[in-house]
């Protein structure tokens, strides 16, 4: 059981996680890797930011429908 990634693995994975819940070993697969690497990490934050500027957007979107 080899839990090494590359980067493109891991930034698929990343996205994966988004819409389903990582099986364990690829959670720990990518935590290792994310451990070890600033370029994936600075990734992982901007997917966090895109989340929750999509959230907000949401949220203006169905206030602004309301009026």
Avoid: I, N
């Avoid at 090494?4 to 996680?17: E, F, M, Y």
């Avoid at 389903?20 to 890797?33: C, D, F, G, M, T």
């Amino acid at each position: 059981m080899t839990l090494k990634r590359t980067c493109k693995q891991v930034s698929g994975l990343v996205l994966s996680a988004e819409d389903q819940r990582l099986p364990l070993k690829e959670r720990l697969a990518v935590r290792l890797h994310l451990w070890a690497c600033t370029a994936c990490t600075r990734f992982v934050g901007q997917v966090a930011l895109m989340r929750k500027a999509t959230a907000r957007w949401r949220g203006y979107s169905e206030d602004s429908s309301a009026d």
